[in-house]
């Protein structure tokens, strides 16, 4: 009966935390379409919702690459109860509100993976993680990912501006982009569906393996698909109002040539990805293209320190969120007891770290997403209105 619970809650709090996933990535896809006036919030939001939900049933190697790749196995089965898996949950949810309160740029992906990583730690050591999965599934493809796709939007955005030369006489004669955006940005919000609903399924599918209800290595259970499709495509139209106001700003100097570059190397590099199964952080792809598209628009400047905040943004997660997965797993030790301990303190701390920043108008001072950054890191000079050609 305490099993059985402790897997329900697990569940639960699973399927919450990939609701607030699809609550802060909303803007990875549709920030940049919002702010050229390609889409209208309402619209972008709703398409972005529908396409992450069908993402999420496109493929499964992502959940199996965290249900039976980064956790080993021993001789008792995976070694990590529900009661651990739970802790995790929780460092993750937690550290993704705090960076969220504090502007802080972070990976809800590496939060995930630290929790577990952390809980794991406590409950059997560091025999329990497999680090050539983390290093070359996590580690590597977080290196690597938005370098590739910088690359790739930079290129993509030299060749559209090589492509289309102002003949037309008018300032700037790349408004057809803004057209093309609609398509590259649904793109984005299917692929980010095929990468980070995967990482909900993977947990609850390592959940029913560590609790025997399961088999290791087999396929993911139907009706987790259904169930995370469904809160990731939830968080994604209920929460995105708030971020992709704020990101408002701070993506309007992108112009639409740029913005459909950095979608297209950002779907294309997440489907890639998804494809072999690596976790990757969906923000850091996006911020990696945006970064990449300004710095391939002549003009640009790059501010370095903002830039900066980024990386570090991005290296305190994992070893953080691992730190706080820790701390519930010591507690979650107690069984059923420690669980609800876990769960009072849990929502007693995200509760708290909401109604803090209800204190505050919702801006970019307070309400900071990794993506708004990236945009604010390339800064762009206005371009002169082409000289009028006078009559001979």
């Known amino acids: 009966m305490d099993l059985t619970l402790i ?75 529900p009661e651990l898996i739970f802790a995790g949950l929780i460092g993750a949810i937690v550290w993704n509100m705090i960076t969220w309160l504090l502007g802080l740029p972070s990976s809800s992906s590496h939060a995930l993976f630290g929790g577990l990583i952390g809980a794991a730690l406590v409950g059997f050591g560091v025999g329990a993680i497999d680090f050539a999965v983390v ?4 580690i590597l493809p977080a290196l690597l990912a938005p370098l590739t796709a910088g690359l790739i939007a930079f290129t993509a955005t030299k060749l559209a501006y090589a492509i289309t030369r102002r003949y037309d006489g008018k ?45 290791a290595g087999g396929e993911v259970p139907w009706w987790v698909i259904v169930t995370c499709a469904i809160a990731i495509a939830l968080g994604t139209y209920m929460g995105g109002w708030r971020i992709i106001k704020t990101l408002g ?23 890639a990805s998804s494809h072999v199964g690596f976790a990757l952080s969906t923000t850091q792809v996006a911020s990696g293209s945006v970064i990449g598209s300004g710095l391939g628009r002549r003009g640009s400047k790059v501010r370095w320190r903002t830039a900066g905040r980024i990386g570090v943004g991005w290296l305190l997660t994992l070893p953080a969120a691992g730190g706080v997965g820790a701390l519930a797993a010591f507690v979650a030790h107690l069984g059923v007891v ?42 762009i000079k206005r371009n002169p209105k082409p000289k009028k050609k006078v009559a001979s």
Request: no cysteine.
């Open 338 to 379: 420690g669980i609800i301990i876990d769960a009072i303190i849990g929502v007693a701390v995200i509760a708290g770290i909401f109604l803090w920043s209800r204190r505050n108008e919702v801006s970019h001072h307070n309400v900071v997403s990794e993506v708004a950054h990236s945009g604010r890191a390339v800064k």
């Open 249 to 271: 700003t701070g993506l309007t100097d992108v112009k639409p040539a740029q913005g459909f570059a950095a979608e297209t190397a950002t779907a294309a590099t997440i489907l």
């Open 135 to 138: 290093l070359s599934k996590v």
């Open 7 to 81: 897997v329900v809650l697990v569940i639960v709090l699973a399927l919450f935390f990939d609701f607030t996933n699809g609550f802060h990535d909303t803007a990875n896809a549709m920030a940049t379409p919002i702010a050229t006036g390609a889409l209208k919030p309402k619209v972008a939001v709703g398409l972005a919702a529908i396409l992450n939900l069908i993402g999420a049933f496109l493929s499964t190697e992502v959940a199996k690459t965290i249900s039976g790749g980064i956790i080993k196995e021993g001789d008792g089965g995976v070694l990590i109860t």
């Open 171 to 215: 300032p700037d004669g790349r408004d057809g982009f803004r057209h093309a955006q609609v398509f590259s940005s649904s793109l984005v919000a299917l692929a980010h569906g095929t990468n980070d609903a995967q990482k909900t399924m993977g947990v609850i599918t390592l959940t029913l393996v560590a609790a025997g209800l399961q088999p």
